[in-house]
């Protein structure tokens, strides 16, 4: 099992202040902020979803905002979501606090999973002893994938692995998911080739998804691991195509 924290692929780093050659980091801004979940899932059935935001430095409290967007890898600006997060706006202390998601609507299919991405911003506080000083401060946007579970879905979404067929075709693999989950592998490998960049891109629910294999990937031999609801690992499979 993965310890929670911060999803580090989907930082952001976004400038705050306009800052003079002079200018300071103070890495105690740059400390304290996370998340308490790697994802989010919302069950259907239920009104709302909730993640905790978590500040562990002491005497650097942040603004924190919080949104969700539309899944749209490789876009510059994805669209607003139809989910409400309250409080969108708040003071974090040292400490933790609950944010709760709400849907508000949309439409989104019923025998499938949707994903989207949960942003929350932190805008850390100016130290007083910096007051009148020219410094460099960050705003962190830690984005984790919010995926909205309908109520009644059919099977297990930790066996959704179990669903998975493969085949080649020439230096492409090509992932078929029968599960109405969305798939994150962990790891992938044929012929004991692992396949690059196979943990960020996820196999669709009801869909199929498509890898470039690596040089010397031969045979007909696929091993994979996968994620669970929490971000821990399951238990390596291997099939053959």
Not at 15 to 42: M, Q
Not at 156 to 181: I, W
Request: glycine share 10%; hydrophobic share 40%; with cysteine.
């Amino acid at each position: 099992h993965k310890p929670a924290g911060v999803l580090l692929s989907g930082l952001m780093m976004l400038f705050c202040l306009t800052a003079l050659p002079s200018a300071k980091v103070h890495a105690e801004d740059r400390g304290g902020f996370s998340l308490g979940s790697t994802r989010v899932i919302y069950d259907g059935s239920k009104k709302e979803a909730t993640v905790t935001v978590i500040n562990s430095a002491k005497n650097a409290p942040f603004l924190a905002q919080s949104w969700v967007t539309e899944y749209a890898p490789g876009k510059k600006q994805p669209a607003m979501a139809p989910f409400l997060v309250t409080p969108p706006l708040y003071r974090q202390d040292e400490g933790r606090n609950m944010l709760r998601i709400v849907r508000t609507g949309g439409q989104m299919p019923s025998d499938r999973e949707s994903v989207f991405w949960l942003n929350v911003k932190a805008v850390p506080a100016m130290h007083e002893n910096l007051a009148g000083k020219n410094t460099l401060q960050f705003a962190y946007v830690l984005r984790v994938k919010l995926f909205y579970r309908p109520a009644g879905l059919s099977g297990d979404a930790s066996k959704a692995g179990d669903s998975l067929t493969f085949s080649r075709q020439g230096n492409t693999l090509l992932a078929r998911n029968a599960s109405p989950y969305y798939i994150t592998f962990n790891k992938l490998s044929v012929g004991g080739k692992d396949v690059k960049d196979a943990s960020s891109v996820m196999v669709p629910p009801k869909g199929e998804q498509r890898y470039t294999l690596p040089a010397g990937a031969t045979g007909n031999q696929v091993s994979f691991r996968t994620l669970n609801d929490y971000g821990g690992v399951l238990p390596q499979q291997t099939v053959t195509f």
